[in-house]
């Protein structure tokens, strides 16, 4: 069965930290695109961060550099999301993707890229 599931979402204060889970099941992470993305209130879905196992390449949106990190779990299945100081901009419901292509690159747009979601985890920036 093709799932992911994200969790480790929660309030905190501008300046804090929380790090993201995403448990994945059935996927073949050492050759697929893993993502993550979000959604503020009234706004578009944006890519934040993308991995490809295959070819080691990660990338960031400008907007997180510096701040946030993608790593993997192999023996978990598990990806996340280490947020360091967050900023109330950073607000908004964070889901994991997989883009299942074979590729050598990974994108943070178009969401169209990837055919699978979680179901995402709220993540609340605020004094």
């Known amino acids: 069965q093709l799932q992911l599931v994200e969790f480790g979402g929660g309030l905190t204060q501008p300046g804090g930290s929380l790090r993201l889970s995403c448990a994945t099941s059935g996927f073949n992470l050492d050759y697929y695109a893993i993502g993550w993305f979000r959604q503020a209130p009234g706004k578009e879905r944006e890519g934040v961060s993308c991995f490809r196992s295959s070819s080691g390449i990660t990338a960031y949106a400008d907007s997180v550099k510096g701040r946030f990190t993608m790593s993997r779990d192999n023996a978990k299945n598990t990806v996340y999301l280490q947020m360091n100081s967050l900023k109330p901009e950073d607000t908004g419901v964070y889901y994991c993707?997989?883009?299942?292509?074979?590729?050598?690159?990974?994108?943070?747009?178009?969401?169209?890229?990837?055919?699978?979601w979680g179901q995402g985890t709220q993540v609340t920036v605020s004094s």
């Open positions: 993707a997989v883009d299942a292509s074979y590729g050598s690159s990974c994108s943070l747009g178009p969401l169209y890229d990837y055919g699978y």
